[in-house]
């Protein structure tokens, strides 16, 4: 019972990161048509964001301390971040200690700038080709930027760690008064409810603004919302920018849970793709569903009882659910009636 | 039949001409002068360099060239020499090899077995590469081996650790410095018995490819021989980025231990992860939980950052080892990129040196001589102590090195301290021990 627990919570984080970037495909998907291979590269983006922010919180002043020595056993370089200097190490110490949910802040305009770029620059001269043509070139635009990345970062992995108040984990077992130990880390619960948050907000703002329901409606009959007058290219351009924006903070908190590396977007790429189609191309909360199921299945299939049965199923249970889902429903759990059949 | 108009004069003709004819097939190919492939006819010989370049590995793959690169020059006479000054044998003397300059081609092993056998094949077939040396994986390096073998080539391993490189997949064209899984778990076992006790419940994670299974294998024969006893061995898929769903299962084994048989990037996010559930904060059967990582690198401990802090595990070979080859390499490379060496960059250096010092004893670039140069030779003054090449398995015995995350870390290239040289008898075993067997190095092969 324990261990089915667990692997629910485990589950939760995991899905959590499936359904942000199935979130943010869905969005260009449904508004734009487009299917946008380069997605898992703004999420891997968003993971540098935060790199980069604790890269410019420890930007040092050097100095030489005589009595220390390198590993050539010359005087050593002591380094000391400037922010240190100007607010001193207490406060100092603790705005680089807290550099991820900083960055946060960092990668919203990043990202949406990001996104603005990538979609007038390269993908607008794609709509009207065929969906492999835009699969080729966004495919490229992805290895283009992890090598981009890579140049300026290197491929080794870069630690980027999690307020020393997230440090640790939470026993759940003994919140629900099990004799078993149940710890599950604190990070981990922080990034379930961040997704939580940032799935309600995108929600919401479809929901109930108006420039949401301009782009519901063009979403539903684009055609139409432009014969009443109004620009829907401009608003689905800024919804680009706004699905960058999710994969980006999707990746900002994810790089205290794997140090991020250049290829780290490729790794969540495939099974994005397949928690789309599973939960219907085009449909938000499908992608929603699908995410988390998956993620939870995943979960699951890696335990080492069924793991005793069925070996090697953690790495394939995604795909035979769905094969299963796509031969019962073919157009996902929550697919559209039209979308990619024409 | 007569042989009546048969002249002496047409008799020479006839046999001039048709020796030439024979001949001519053997004068277009300039390496069957000597009769191995690759033999150098200028006054450069050229060195293949195989390492990862792209890929996850491309850090090691960096710092192994920029060894190999400081290697030809030490070779030509160029800088200050480094371990050429240390290196007990004084065969070479800073001219090349064998009198002609030494020139190199790379490639890129992308971490794959097939790209690496393609870039080796192609520094060999277009570029004339006398010798193939580098690579951060087992997989490439078995794959790679076989190739040399199969074109009469000597393969000089860089990084890699599982059993097999000189055991069932060993070649007599094949070499390997760097320690292997074996090795590891015998200098690391008794180290733990120390740390930790003998009563230990140990759960491991194995990378599954060749390098993990005898990483798993050797590591856990040799914490039961000292009284530990393993609960379960969970295979993990090669590049999992989410380790949660094999680590949270471990809470409830009963286990006390965690031995994470992962390399690179698996490495530094399974053990980042282990941390993050608190692995190290737990206590189980009255004991302080506690992780092993069998196989330390510098820049994996960098990637891992402050996890790392405690954690036992080995190398082949650190920078602060204070033998006088050690500080001499560790000055040429640091003076030369401005940080200190890895244990790959170690390797490559190494071996690159050694194989020159073989042709130069052997008087030839044939890999016949080289062969028989190499099998048997002990040497010293290259780091690790006195070293022998074994004949029989062509695997280096050395001492080996405990390491330790640093708890208070004092620069950035402060991440893993010595906690024990493990001397060579220590880690030393049989030919024909079980982990090695099913091997045969075959003949060498000279190619052409």
């Known amino acids: 019972m324990d261990a089915i627990l667990l692997q629910i919570i485990n589950g939760l984080d995991k899905g959590?990161?499936?359904?942000?970037?199935?979130?943010?495909?869905?969005?260009?998907?449904g508004t734009?048509?487009?299917?946008?291979?380069?997605?898992?590269?703004?999420?891997?983006?968003?993971?540098?964001?935060?790199?980069?922010?604790?890269?410019?919180?420890?930007?040092s002043t050097i100095s030489i301390d005589e009595t220390q020595k390198d590993f050539l056993g010359r005087?050593?370089?002591?380094?000391?971040?400037?922010?240190?200097?100007?607010?001193?190490?207490?406060?100092g110490g603790a705005i680089i200690n807290w550099s991820v949910p900083l960055a946060i802040v960092f990668a919203i305009p990043v990202m949406l700038v990001i996104g603005y770029v990538m979609e007038r620059g390269l993908i607008k001269h794609f709509y009207k080709r065929p969906h492999a043509d835009q699969i080729l070139v966004t495919f490229g635009l992805a290895i283009v930027l992890q090598e981009v990345i890579k140049y300026f970062y290197g491929a080794n992995p870069i630690?980027?760690?999690?307020?020393?108040a997230f440090r640790g984990s939470f026993d759940f077992g003994a919140l629900l008064g099990l004799d078993t130990a149940l710890a599950y880390p604190y990070w981990r619960l922080v990034y379930f409810a961040f997704s939580a948050v940032i799935i309600a907000a995108v929600f919401a703002f479809l929901q109930f603004t108006t420039f949401g329901m301009v782009v519901r409606a063009g979403m539903a009959d684009r055609e139409t919302v432009g014969l009443l007058g109004i620009d829907i290219d401009r608003r689905f351009t800024i919804m680009f920018g706004i699905a960058a924006a999710v994969a980006g903070l999707a990746g900002v908190m994810y790089a205290p849970i794997n140090s991020p590396n250049y290829h780290m977007g490729m790794d969540f790429l495939v099974l994005s793709f397949v928690v789309v189609v599973v939960g219907g191309m085009g449909s938000l909360p499908g992608a929603v569903l699908a995410g988390f199921m998956l993620g939870i299945l995943q979960s699951f299939a890696s335990m080492n009882e069924i793991k005793a049965i069925l070996p090697g199923i953690d790495q394939i249970i995604i795909y035979v659910v769905a094969i299963i889902i796509l031969l019962t429903r073919?157009?996902?759990?929550?697919?559209?009636k039209g979308v990619m059949e024409e | 039949m007569s042989f009546s108009k048969l002249t002496r004069?047409?008799?020479?003709?006839?046999?001039?001409?048709?020796?030439?004819?024979?001949?001519?097939?053997?004068?277009?190919?300039?390496?069957?002068?000597?009769?191995?492939?690759?033999?150098?006819?200028?006054?450069?010989?050229?060195?293949?360099?195989?390492?990862p370049q792209t890929g996850s590995y491309a850090e090691e793959g960096l710092d192994e060239l920029r060894a190999q690169e400081l290697a030809v020059q030490h070779l030509n006479g160029e800088g200050d020499g480094g371990m050429l000054n240390t290196f007990s044998s004084k065969a070479l003397k800073g001219n090349g090899i064998l009198g002609k300059k030494v020139t190199f081609v790379t490639g890129d092993t992308q971490t794959k077995s097939d790209a690496a056998r393609a870039s080796a094949q192609s520094m060999i077939q277009k570029d004339g590469a006398i010798m193939i040396n580098g690579g951060s994986s087992s997989g490439v390096a078995v794959a790679v081996q076989g190739l040399c073998q199969d074109s009469g080539i000597i393969f000089m391993a860089g990084l890699t650790h599982s059993n097999d490189?000189?055991?069932?997949?060993?070649?007599?064209?094949?070499?390997?410095?760097?320690?292997?899984?074996?090795?590891?778990?015998a200098a690391l076992a008794p180290v733990l018995k120390n740390a930790y006790g003998s009563e230990r419940r140990a759960y491991h994670l194995t990378a599954d490819y060749t390098w993990g299974w005898t990483q798993q294998e050797s590591i856990a024969a040799a914490t039961?021989?000292?009284?530990?006893?393993?609960?379960?061995?969970?295979?993990?898929?090669?590049?999992?980025?989410?380790?949660?769903?094999?680590?949270?299962?471990?809470?409830?084994?009963?286990?006390?231990?965690?031995?994470?048989?992962?390399?690179?990037?698996?490495?530094?996010?399974s053990l980042t992860q282990a941390v993050q559930f608190g692995l190290l904060d737990k206590e189980v059967n009255g004991k302080k939980f506690e992780i092993v990582v069998p196989l330390y690198s510098e820049l994996m401990a960098a990637g891992a950052g402050p996890n790392v802090q405690g954690v036992i595990g080995s190398m082949n070979w650190n920078w602060q080892l204070q033998d006088e080859g050690s500080k001499a390499f560790t000055k040429s490379f640091g003076e030369k990129y401005g940080r200190p060496p890895s244990n790959s960059a170690h390797t490559c250096y190494v071996q690159t040196l050694l194989y020159a010092d073989a042709c130069e004893r052997a008087g030839t670039f044939n890999p016949c001589g080289v062969v028989e140069a190499l099998e048997g030779f002990e040497f010293d003054g290259m780091g690790n102590g006195p070293v022998l090449y074994r004949a029989d398995d062509h695997q280096c015995f050395k001492d080996v090195l405990v390491m330790k995350g640093t708890e208070n870390p004092s620069n950035e290239y402060d991440t893993l301290e010595i906690v024990e040289v493990t001397p060579r008898a220590q880690v030393e075993y049989d030919p024909d021990h079980p982990m090695f067997a099913g091997g045969d190095l075959g003949e060498c092969n000279p190619g052409a």
């Open chain 1, 330 to 336: 073919p157009r996902g759990l929550m697919g559209r």
């Open chain 1, 75 to 91: 005087p050593l370089e002591v380094k000391t971040p400037i922010i240190e200097n100007w607010f001193g190490p207490d406060i």
């Open chain 1, 16 to 29: 959590s990161a499936y359904a942000l970037i199935a979130l943010g495909l869905t969005l260009i998907f």
């Open chain 1, 159 to 164: 630690p980027t760690p999690a307020p020393d």
């Open chain 2, 224 to 269: 039961e021989a000292v009284g530990w006893e393993t609960v379960n061995n969970v295979l993990t898929p090669l590049q999992a980025t989410d380790f949660s769903a094999y680590l949270a299962p471990i809470q409830n084994s009963g286990a006390d231990v965690l031995v994470l048989n992962e390399y690179g990037g698996d490495m530094v996010n």
């Open chain 1, 32 to 59: 734009l048509g487009v299917v946008n291979f380069a997605h898992g590269a703004l999420f891997m983006i968003g993971a540098f964001c935060s790199v980069t922010l604790q890269k410019i919180l420890t930007i």
């Open chain 2, 9 to 51: 004069r047409g008799l020479i003709k006839t046999s001039a001409v048709a020796g030439a004819g024979l001949a001519l097939p053997t004068y277009l190919r300039a390496d069957a002068h000597a009769g191995y492939t690759n033999a150098p006819t200028g006054d450069t010989v050229t060195l293949g360099f195989n390492v």
């Open chain 2, 165 to 185: 490189t000189t055991g069932k997949d060993r070649k007599r064209n094949g070499f390997r410095h760097f320690f292997n899984a074996y090795m590891s778990a």
